[in-house]
Structures are given as C-alpha cells and as structure tokens.
C-alpha cells in the first residue's frame, strides 16, 4: 500500500534560517504530492502540491520537488519566520490522502 | 463562500455512549473523508464516500460507522466510545478526479 515517510520532529529554527524538511513516499502508479500546514488550533490547510515527476510546488516561499527517481518530496524555505511555527505534514493520493506523522516547526525570534 | 464545518468543535463523552461528529460541506463535493489525529500517527484515514449511499473502511475504522444519504453531510459515529477513541476528528472532503482536500477544523473529543 502507500506509505509517507516523514522527518521526525519537532524541529526547531532562528528566524532567516533555512528550512528543510524530508519526505519520502512508497507507491503504486502515479501519485500526487502535497505539503499540508497545520496552523495551533486549526485544521489542515493545502500549502502546496506537485502532480507529476519534476514538478515544483511552491507558496509563501516554501518550495517542493517531486523527485520519482528519488521518491521524495522534500519541503524547503530559504528564510523561515516566526509566523511559519506550524505543524507540516507531507501527503499522498490519488482521491484518498495517505499522511505522514508531522513535523512540528518552531521558530525563535 | 464554500466551507466545510465540523460539529461539536469540543465533546466530553463516557465510555460506553455513543457519540456522533457532524460534517457539512458546501462545495457540493462527492468525496468525503474522516480522518483522526494522534500523536507520533499523523492522520489516520478512518471512513471516506465517494457519493451518495457510497461508504468505505479506512486503516482505522473498528468502532467506528458513517452514512451518507445526501452530498453534503457525512456524519461519523462511534457506536460505544471508547477511551482509546480520545482524539482529534477531522473531516475532508474533495472533488470527483480531484486530488486537493479541504478539511474542516476538526472535533477534539474526550472519553472519559
């Protein structure tokens, strides 16, 4: 079955430093890629997506590569702030989404 | 604007009642999930619809059923709430050949 493999967390980052968080997938067929973000409180929000081999999905500065060869989708921001502290689940599908366990970003001032 | 609400936002329950989350989506989507939220498990897909009367098993569903007799709403029960049950709740639903979810802001329920 599918399977997302994700950074263990919490991770923990000073304000403008880079970002970078590891996802890996198992699948059958031709899935797509996504990044959701969990802001304290509230439900998922889609932060990006990628829906075939070379895609770039990108938002708010965030930025991800879906990578076949490699199965990753591995999530990266240049300047992380202080509003970014979320949790990050990196997630699969088609129609049914398959979730990592979440990465937990803080980031200190 | 479209959106999709989850009811109650909180629950407190006993051990052995049983217990209903409400989903309502307005964006006429036949694709709706349950999905719950552990520590060190991410979400966990418990039942999902592709359609009216359609309804599926996710990875986690013992002790859990849904219904869906109109597009909008997929109510999800827990038949006798257990306290391995103690979670966040949250219900997706997306379009047909769609791959984007929206999820609701999610149930945190409590049995004690």
């Known amino acids: 079955g599918n399977s997302v493999t994700q950074m263990e967390g919490p991770v923990t980052l000073s304000e403008e430093a880079f970002l970078t968080i590891n996802c890996t997938y198992t699948?059958?067929?031709?899935?797509?890629l996504f990044w959701y973000v969990q802001y304290p409180g509230e439900g998922l929000q889609l932060l990006l997506k990628a829906t075939k081999a070379d895609d770039k999905g990108s938002n708010k500065g965030f930025e991800a590569t879906y990578r076949k060869e490699t199965t990753s989708f591995h999530l990266e921001k240049g300047s992380v702030q202080v509003s970014d502290s979320a949790v990050y689940f990196c997630a699969l599908s088609p129609e049914k989404l398959t979730f990592g366990t979440g990465t937990r970003l803080t980031i200190i001032p | 604007d479209a959106e999709i609400t989850q009811s109650p936002r909180h629950k407190i329950t006993e051990t052995g009642r049983q217990v209903t989350l409400a989903c309502h989506q307005t964006w006429n989507h036949n694709n709706m999930f349950w999905y719950r939220q552990d520590l060190g498990h991410g979400l966990r897909l418990i039942h999902y619809?592709?359609?009216?009367?359609?309804?599926n098993k996710g990875e986690v569903s013992d002790g859990y059923s849904v219904s869906r007799s109109n597009t909008e709403d997929l109510p999800l029960t827990l038949e006798s709430a257990a306290s391995s049950q103690t979670s966040v709740y949250f219900c997706?639903?997306?379009?047909?050949?769609?791959?984007?979810?929206?999820f609701g802001q999610g149930t945190r329920l409590t049995v004690v």
């Open positions: 619809s592709y359609g009216v009367q359609d309804t």
């Open positions: 699948a059958t067929g031709y899935p797509s």
């Open positions: 997706a639903s997306s379009r047909t050949g769609e791959t984007e979810a929206f």
